[in-house]
């Protein structure tokens, strides 16, 4: 009887250290799953708290829009594109890069080379020349030089620049009433029902 007493021993701690091995395999188990909760869950955090910084900086940027404003004005002088900036389609792309016409004006080109002294010239002579070679103005249109231009086109000429200017300066003041009005907001209350 000792015999099968010691086997039932031996047999009972086999299987306490068997039961102890499978709980010690299972709380093991049950540890790895909830570290990688933890860790998962410390993404989230992390993630979480990137967006909030995200949407507080976001937050802080749209509600100092003026000062914004201010600083472009200040530093960049960045403006909206205009309705002119832009174009309709492909054929107004393509008439970019289109030839010019046959009557169109040859482009102007300037080119300026001093003379060599030529030995015996005069002094005189070659300061004469220099003054003659200077490039005189010419109207890209018609061709014709500031010089040869009659008093009325001129007249007419310096008008139409002026009336640019105005013109210019009433964008730019819309532009400016514009931007003033888009740099503010306006908080719009919802009604109550």
């Known amino acids: 009887m000792n015999l099968t007493q010691d086997r ?13 091995a499978a709980m010690l395999v299972a709380l093991t188990l049950r540890v790895n799953a909830v570290k990688s909760e933890v860790y998962a869950a410390e993404k989230r955090i992390v993630y979480t708290q990137q967006q909030i910084n995200f949407l507080e900086t976001e937050f802080q940027t749209r ?13 960049f002088g960045y403006a909206a594109p205009g309705a002119g900036q832009y ?5 107004q792309l393509a008439a970019l890069g ?5 009557d169109a004006p040859a482009p ?19 300061a004469e020349e220099k003054a003659g070679s200077l490039l005189a103005m ?8 500031a010089a040869a231009m009659p008093e009325e086109e001129r007249r007419r000429e310096v008008a139409a ?7 210019r300066e009433a964008l730019r003041a819309e532009a400016a009433d514009l931007s003033r009005r888009l740099a503010s907001i306006n908080i719009a209350e919802a009604p109550n029902q």
Do not use: F, H
């Open 8 to 20: 039932v021993r031996s047999i009972g701690w086999i299987t306490v250290l068997a039961i102890c």
């Open 108 to 126: 102007i080109r300037y080119a300026n080379a001093e003379p060599a002294d030529m030995p015996g010239e005069d002094v005189a002579e070659r």
């Open 63 to 75: 509600a100092n829009q003026q000062a914004l404003k201010k600083l472009n004005d200040l530093e």
């Open 87 to 91: 174009l309709e389609g492909e054929r």
């Open 98 to 102: 289109a030839a010019p016409g046959p």
């Open 138 to 145: 010419v109207n890209p249109v018609s061709g014709a030089t």
């Open 161 to 167: 620049a002026k009336t640019r200017d105005a013109d």
